[in-house]
């Protein structure tokens, strides 16, 4: 057997190590579908927070491995990755518990629409980072676009503050309405259901809820991985790194949601430290040009960006110790 290929450069590292990753998220994947949760069943906040921590663990140990392995520098850019996307996607929480309330998802089945989700994250951040990275690469005058994209993007969110999604009034609701079979109640954890149609009473094929839940998760992902992705490429622009961080970050979002949509109430001022996040990355790449660095440092980077998402999270928790569920301060 030839060798050669496992030490073959793919995207800037050895085949291996894309082997090596890939082998533990599908490792993660299997134990998680087909060990942990088999049936289909409630998961509580407590098991919840213990697979959350699991997966941030592995996530912060690959980190670890990243810097024996790449160096201390590319160790940090990967940390300072994992934590500006764990952030983000703790934002997609707030999103995902708006589109299970509207399409009435039973807790006990809301574990399965995050699993394909999932899946369908893992496959589109690889096709949009590969798409980024094919055009930083080719055009370094992109990260400069990015970097604006991000400036904007944050003030935006500081502007529009918490404004909740229309779920109801999304023309994708709307268009899988108008085009397909669409049932109104839920049949268990069936995706797709056969049933008389109401005007032929032929056996057709009906969209379930279920269904329409996972594609505007899928859509919501899209939606902020525009945000993400830039924002990663402004850290650092290598897509071994971009790509891992991402997809340990999104990994443990499926085990922490239902600890935290049970907790959305005490986490109101996280949004500003993420817009205050984006704006800080999205301008690293000029504050190193008017100061003549060749990049911002990343040690002074991943600790701005730790005390900015730190400092939101705990005034949160302060300012709404003596709230509860639907109310407000």
């Known amino acids: 057997?030839?060798?050669?290929?496992?030490?073959?450069?793919?995207?800037?590292?050895?085949?291996?190590?894309?082997?090596?990753?890939?082998?533990?998220?599908?490792?993660?994947?299997?134990?998680?579908?087909?060990?942990?949760?088999?049936?289909?069943?409630?998961?509580?906040?407590?098991?919840?927070?213990?697979?959350?921590?699991?997966?941030?663990?592995?996530?912060?140990?690959?980190?670890?491995?990243?810097?024996?392995?790449?160096?201390?520098?590319?160790?940090?850019?990967?940390?300072?990755?994992?934590?500006?996307?764990?952030?983000?996607?703790?934002?997609?929480?707030?999103?995902?518990?708006?589109?299970?309330?509207?399409?009435?998802?039973p807790r006990k089945y809301q574990h399965r629409v995050l699993f394909w989700g999932v899946l369908g994250v893992i496959v589109l951040r690889a096709i949009m980072i590969g798409l980024g990275a094919t055009l930083v690469s080719n055009f370094s005058w992109v990260l400069y676009l990015f970097a604006a994209f991000l400036v904007i993007t944050g003030i935006k969110m500081l502007l529009i503050g918490d404004k909740e999604p229309e779920i109801g009034n999304n023309p994708i609701v709307g268009f899988m309405r108008r085009r397909f079979n669409?049932?109104?109640?839920?049949?268990?954890?069936?995706?797709?259901?056969?049933?008389?149609?109401?005007?032929?009473?032929?056996?057709?094929?009906?969209?379930?809820?279920?269904?329409?839940?996972?594609?505007?998760?899928?859509?919501?992902?899209?939606?902020?991985?525009?945000?993400?992705?830039?924002?990663?490429?402004?850290?650092?622009?290598?897509?071994?790194i971009v790509y891992t961080s991402n997809v340990f970050a999104i990994l443990g979002l499926r085990a922490l949601y239902f600890a935290l949509a049970a907790m959305i109430h005490r986490f109101r001022y996280l949004k500003p430290a993420l817009a205050i996040v984006l704006i800080f990355i999205g301008s690293k790449i000029f504050v190193a040009d008017l100061l003549g660095l060749e990049k911002f440092p990343a040690s002074l980077s991943l600790g701005i960006t730790f005390a900015i998402i730190a400092s939101g999270v705990i005034w949160s928790l302060v300012k709404t110790r003596d709230t509860r569920a639907g109310n407000t301060v």
């Open 182 to 240: 669409v049932t109104e109640e839920h049949h268990g954890q069936d995706f797709f259901v056969k049933k008389p149609h109401p005007t032929t009473g032929k056996l057709v094929w009906f969209m379930t809820p279920l269904l329409m839940a996972l594609v505007m998760v899928e859509i919501a992902d899209v939606i902020f991985a525009v945000d993400s992705v830039p924002a990663i490429f402004a850290i650092t622009t290598d897509p071994f």
């Open 1 to 105: 057997m030839d060798f050669a290929f496992f030490f073959a450069d793919w995207l800037g590292k050895p085949v291996w190590m894309w082997l090596g990753f890939l082998s533990i998220v599908t490792a993660l994947l299997a134990l998680d579908l087909g060990v942990l949760h088999r049936d289909n069943r409630e998961i509580g906040v407590r098991e919840s927070l213990i697979l959350s921590s699991m997966y941030i663990a592995l996530g912060l140990s690959f980190g670890g491995w990243i810097w024996w392995q790449l160096g201390g520098e590319q160790g940090m850019n990967y940390l300072t990755g994992f934590v500006v996307e764990k952030t983000l996607a703790l934002d997609n929480v707030f999103v995902i518990a708006l589109i299970f309330s509207f399409f009435a998802v």
